[in-house]
C-alpha cells in the first residue's frame, strides 16, 4: 500500500476540533491498530477530556507546539516529542500554535468489551408500609407490600445483579473487586476503598414511614462501624394531598424531644411539607423525616441502612410484633435546629442536565430531554448512575458505541472510564436522575460555599 497525505480527504476528529487524514485503519490493517492518521488542529483549539477502557493513544507531533494533559499533568510538547497514553489514562489537547502531529491508536484485546452500560435485575424489598404499585410500574408479577426497589447496590442487605452482557448474572460487587478504578473512577475508589458509595432506590408508600433519622459518618463508625446515612429524595409522583415530613418546625432541647416521644406528640414539632411532581429533598444525617403515604420516589444516599425509628404509630411488623425504636440513640443524632428551607429548588430545562443538589456525599441532576444529549463526565472521575422516571431512552457510549435501552422505571450504571456519552429519546419526552460523585478540580463557588455553610437547596 502506497499512498501520499495530499491525497487523503480529509475527516473530523473524535476530538471535535481540527481534521485528520487516515493513513491506516483497522480495517485495511486486519489487526489491533484502530487508525493511523495525521491530525492537524488551529492555535488555541482545546478538547474535552478524553478517556479509553480499551484503546491507548501515541501522538508523534510533527510541527507546532501543543500541551497534552494526561491525568491532570501537562506534557508540554514541540516538534518530534512523543507522547503515549495508556488504557484508563485521562487526556485532553490543547494546541498553543498550529500543529500537525501524527496520531495512532491500538486495542487492548484483553480489555475490549468489558465495560459497557450495565443493568440489572429486580431487586425489591418487602416493607410493611409498601404497596404494589413498584412491581406495576416495572411490570413485574404483583406483589404486595413493596416499598423499595434496590436500583444500584453493593450493600450486605440487598446487593444488585448484573442483567446485561459479559457480566450477567454476576453480583455488582463482584465485578466491581475486579477493576475498581475502571467502574468507580480512580478517585471514588482511592477514597472508598474499592466501594460503591452510593446506593439508589425507588420507594413506593402505601401507608406512612415511620419518623426517623440517620447517622452521620462519625456517630456510625463509632456505634456500628459502618457508613453513616445521606440521602436525598426527588418525587416522581405522589397522590393529591401527599406530604413528607423533614426537619423540624419548632426547636426542641434533648429534654423536650424525649417528652414528645413519650406522650406521642413528636409529629406536632416536624415540618409538613405538600408535595408534587419534581419535588427534591435533601435528607442530611441528623434531619428528622418521614415520607407520607401515596409517594413514588427515587432515594440517593450513601451506602447504608442505618436508621434510628423515632415513632412508628405503634403499628405491628409484617412478623406481627411492634417493630424497635431506637429513641436515645436517636437523640444522639438529631440535629434540633430549625431551618429557613427545607425543600432544593432547581431550574428544570428542557434538553439539559439541570443541578438540584451538590454534597460532599454526592451530585445530582435532572435530565429532562426532548432530543438526544452528549453527557461527557470523564473529568468528574466517577462512575455515573442513570435512573430513568419517565418515558425511555438509548444511552451509547463514545468511545466503544456500545449501548443499552433504558425504560421507565430502570437504572444503569456507566463505569468511570467510559462515561463519555449521548442520551437518545426513544419516546417523545425523558426524564432522568442522574447520580455521581464530583471529584473534578474546578469545583464552582456555588458549590464550595454551599457546602461550607451547609445551604440546602444548592
Partial sequence: ????????????????????????????????????????????????????????????????????????????????????????????????????????????????????????????????????????????????????????????????????GTWAGYELREVIAKMPEAILGKAVAKKYDNQLPLLVKLIDTQTDLSVQVHPNDAMAWREHNDRGKTEMWYVVDAEEDAYIYAGFREELSPEEYAKRVADGSIMDALAKHEIRTGDVFYIPAGRVHAIGKGVLLVEVQQSSDRTYRIYDYDRPGLDGKPRELHTDLAAKALDFLVYKEYKNSYTDSIDQANPCLDTEHFSVRVVSITQPIRRNMVGYDSFVIQTCTKGACTIRIRSTQDEIRLEESQSCLIPAAIADYDIIPITPEVKLLESYIDNSTQRTFRRMISQFLHISGM
Fill in 1 to 164: 500500500m502506497h499512498r501520499h497525505l495530499n491525497d487523503i480527504k480529509p475527516a473530523g476528529t473524535s476530538y471535535e476540533m481540527g481534521l485528520k487524514r487516515v493513513l491506516l485503519s483497522s480495517r485495511e490493517s486486519g489487526c489491533s491498530i484502530t487508525q493511523i492518521a495525521v491530525i492537524e488542529l488551529k492555535a488555541g483549539e482545546k478538547s474535552a477530556q478524553h478517556i479509553h477502557p480499551d484503546l491507548q493513544d501515541a501522538f508523534f507531533i510533527l510541527e507546532g507546539e501543543i500541551d497534552i494533559t494526561i491525568d491532570g499533568q501537562v506534557n508540554h510538547c514541540k516538534a518530534e516529542d512523543f507522547v503515549f497514553v495508556e488504557h484508563l489514562k485521562s487526556y485532553e489537547l490543547h494546541a498553543i500554535t498550529h500543529v500537525r502531529m501524527l496520531a495512532m491508536g491500538c486495542v487492548i484485546e484483553s480489555q475490549r468489551t468489558k465495560l459497557y452500560p450495565i443493568l440489572f435485575e429486580p431487586n425489591l424489598r418487602t416493607m410493611v408500609w409498601g404497596g404494589k404499585r413498584l412491581t406495576e410500574w416495572k411490570k413485574l408479577p404483583l406483589q404486595e407490600n413493596i416499598g423499595e426497589s434496590w436500583e444500584v447496590s453493593t450493600h450486605d442487605l440487598l446487593p444488585s445483579v448484573i442483567a446485561n
